[in-house]
């Protein structure tokens, strides 16, 4: 049994043995020509770059796609953050004392001028009313009887009858109570005044805010926290500053009449809000800051400005008449500055430094200097031009064509 176990494990070792050297066999066979192999395919791929790179700077033409300089109108702007700010805030105060009977309007709610807001006791100024009528009532009658009275007096003192001292005497009279008319009709307008007070009502159109005063308190004309505050939102006003240095624009544009173009935009930068106009601009510069404040006014009807809101003010102050334009995708920037491939008749390009003036719109980019219009710009493929390069103008039409063919196969 134990001579059984040893000539097994011989067995077995002897088929390990020579499955190793089976497989040394063929490494050793193979190691060489993978080498070989190796460097073979290394030195094709390190030469083959080479030299076609090289035969395509020189024989081939690189694909990109160009784009034409023309003239357009662009619009010079100034951008500024603004603060929005309601165009009139009144803070509604009672004008008489008394009891705050009822209040009419809710919080938040829009209101229009001299819609009733609150209603405070009239019934001490309709009792005073009552009282001064009552007085001009008895002051008429006093007022008849003593006309009556110097009626007779001048009759008797033609008559020689009546003394001079006791006709002048009637005549006092009757401008005694002539004069307590007047009080008393004084008196009684006064207390329609505090009767009409006692209803109040909005001064202007706005939004009512949070109710200050609850039903039933007292209220009086001193108070001065009020008992709501109204907001003029539509139109709404937007504030900013600008430097001094834009003043010359500024200035001969708004003091003869005109308004200038501004767009609210979102904090973003992204979203539009509103179109509205500058009108107004400070009467003195900010010497901490060397700025002038302008006001812009929106009609904000879809109350997309809310007050205390911060927005981009975009305000036009001119036109550049009919200035060079390219597609904004042929704009280069280095740190020599700006600069554009532009495509020569020979199908060569040339890089050109350029002078930008304003963006128009996302798509296009006015130059101030370096382009005229008509010359061709490369777009697309900068990347893999130099000065002199040769380029091959690929069109949209092409470039779609191509990809058709691809995805077909």
Same mark, same amino acid.
């Given at each position: 049994m134990t001579k059984t176990s040893r000539v097994r494990s011989l067995l077995k070792l002897f088929i390990l043995v020579l499955l190793m050297l089976i497989i040394a066999g063929v490494v050793w066979r193979l190691w060489p020509q993978g080498q070989e192999q190796g460097g073979g395919h290394g030195g094709r791929r390190h030469g083959g770059g080479s030299r076609p790179a090289g035969a395509m700077m020189v024989s081939g033409a690189t694909p990109v796609h160009s784009g034409t300089a023309t003239r357009?109108?662009?619009?010079? /702007?100034?951008?500024?953050?603004?603060?929005?700010t309601a165009n009139a805030t009144v803070t509604v105060t009672s004008r008489v004392d008394g009891q705050l009977m009822k209040v009419y309007f809710t919080e938040g709610q829009n209101v229009v001028a001299g819609q009733l807001l609150a209603q405070i006791d009239p019934r001490n100024y309709e009792?005073?009313?009552?009282? /001064?009528?009552? *007085?001009? *009532?008895?002051?008429?009658?006093?007022?008849? *009887?003593?006309?009556? +009275?110097?009626? @007779?007096?001048?009759?008797?003192?033609?008559?020689?009858?009546?003394? @001079?001292?006791?006709?002048?005497s009637q005549i006092a009279t009757v401008g005694q109570y002539s004069g307590a008319i007047k009080t008393d009709e004084a008196q009684i307008a006064a207390a329609k005044l505090n009767i009409e007070f006692s209803r109040i009502t909005s001064p202007i159109n706005g939004r009512a805010g949070l109710r200050l005063v609850d039903a039933g308190n007292m209220v009086h004309s001193s108070d001065t926290t009020g008992i709501v505050t109204? +907001?003029? +939102?539509?139109?709404?006003?937007? +504030?900013?500053?600008?430097?001094q240095s834009h003043i010359p624009v500024l200035i001969q544009a708004l003091h003869h009449g005109q308004s200038m173009p501004a767009t609210a935009i979102d904090q973003e930068g992204k979203r539009e809000l509103a179109q509205g106009k500058v009108q107004f601009i400070s009467n003195a510069i900010n010497t901490d800051t060397g700025t002038i404040e302008l006001k812009a006014l929106f009609d904000n009807n879809d109350e997309a400005l809310y007050p205390n809101q911060f927005v981009n003010i975009r305000l036009q102050t001119g036109t550049l008449k009919q200035a060079t334009?390219?597609?904004s995708q042929a704009l280069q920037l280095s740190s020599d500055g700006s600069y554009v491939f532009v495509i020569n008749n020979d199908n060569t390009v040339t890089r050109k430094a350029v002078q930008t003036g304003p963006a128009l719109g996302d798509e296009q980019q006015s130059i101030l200097s370096g382009v005229a219009p008509g010359d061709n710009v490369v777009t697309e493929g900068v990347d893999r031009l130099t000065n002199g390069s040769k380029v091959a103008i690929i069109s949209t039409q092409e470039e779609s064509t191509t990809s058709g063919s691809a995805q077909a196969q």
């Amino acid at each position: 049994m134990t001579k059984t176990s040893r000539v097994r494990s011989l067995l077995k070792l002897f088929i390990l043995v020579l499955l190793m050297l089976i497989i040394a066999g063929v490494v050793w066979r193979l190691w060489p020509q993978g080498q070989e192999q190796g460097g073979g395919h290394g030195g094709r791929r390190h030469g083959g770059g080479s030299r076609p790179a090289g035969a395509m700077m020189v024989s081939g033409a690189t694909p990109v796609h160009s784009g034409t300089a023309t003239r357009a109108d662009v619009p010079v /702007y100034l951008s500024a953050l603004g603060t929005v700010t309601a165009n009139a805030t009144v803070t509604v105060t009672s004008r008489v004392d008394g009891q705050l009977m009822k209040v009419y309007f809710t919080e938040g709610q829009n209101v229009v001028a001299g819609q009733l807001l609150a209603q405070i006791d009239p019934r001490n100024y309709e009792a005073t009313l009552a009282q /001064y009528q009552g *007085s001009l *009532s008895q002051n008429q009658a006093l007022l008849n *009887s003593a006309q009556m +009275t110097l009626a @007779r007096y001048k009759k008797l003192y033609a008559q020689d009858s009546l003394s @001079r001292q006791d006709l002048d005497s009637q005549i006092a009279t009757v401008g005694q109570y002539s004069g307590a008319i007047k009080t008393d009709e004084a008196q009684i307008a006064a207390a329609k005044l505090n009767i009409e007070f006692s209803r109040i009502t909005s001064p202007i159109n706005g939004r009512a805010g949070l109710r200050l005063v609850d039903a039933g308190n007292m209220v009086h004309s001193s108070d001065t926290t009020g008992i709501v505050t109204i +907001t003029q +939102t539509q139109p709404v006003a937007v +504030t900013f500053s600008v430097p001094q240095s834009h003043i010359p624009v500024l200035i001969q544009a708004l003091h003869h009449g005109q308004s200038m173009p501004a767009t609210a935009i979102d904090q973003e930068g992204k979203r539009e809000l509103a179109q509205g106009k500058v009108q107004f601009i400070s009467n003195a510069i900010n010497t901490d800051t060397g700025t002038i404040e302008l006001k812009a006014l929106f009609d904000n009807n879809d109350e997309a400005l809310y007050p205390n809101q911060f927005v981009n003010i975009r305000l036009q102050t001119g036109t550049l008449k009919q200035a060079t334009v390219i597609p904004s995708q042929a704009l280069q920037l280095s740190s020599d500055g700006s600069y554009v491939f532009v495509i020569n008749n020979d199908n060569t390009v040339t890089r050109k430094a350029v002078q930008t003036g304003p963006a128009l719109g996302d798509e296009q980019q006015s130059i101030l200097s370096g382009v005229a219009p008509g010359d061709n710009v490369v777009t697309e493929g900068v990347d893999r031009l130099t000065n002199g390069s040769k380029v091959a103008i690929i069109s949209t039409q092409e470039e779609s064509t191509t990809s058709g063919s691809a995805q077909a196969q």
